[in-house]
Nanobody
């Protein structure tokens, strides 16, 4: 049984930083791709960033240059460093466990964490 746990969300002022963590349990991790999604109130869930098993990364245009995704396979963890935060980054952030096929397709699997709230105040 796969379990994903996100942490690191919170309230931050515009221009501030947060580091989100996603830890996995229950299965091998190093062959997996992980994606971060976010969902703001009244909006659809969107892909924010993803990292594949080889460390390749991709980002939605709105966060390029501000967010960085990384992974530590020994800790079965993926991180999302978020800098220069804007009010429009306010959302619940979820991690999704997939593989390299889902990395390239952009289609999430059914493996989600519970989410962590990020609120950016102006």
């Amino acid at each position: 049984q796969v379990q994903l746990v996100e942490s690191g969300g919170g309230l931050v002022q515009v221009g501030g930083s947060l580091r989100l963590s996603c830890t996995a349990s229950g299965r091998r991790f190093s062959f997996n791709a992980i994606a971060w999604y976010r969902q703001a109130p009244g909006k659809q869930r969107e892909l924010v960033a993803a990292i594949n098993s080889g460390g390749g990364t991709k980002y939605v245009d709105s966060v390029k240059g501000r967010f960085t995704i990384s992974r530590d396979d020994a800790k079965k963890a993926v991180y999302l460093q978020m800098n220069s935060l804007k009010p429009e980054d306010t959302a619940v952030y979820y991690c999704n466990l997939g593989d390299d096929r889902t990395y390239y397709s952009g289609i999430p699997t059914d493996y989600w964490g519970q989410g962590t709230q990020v609120t950016v105040s102006s």
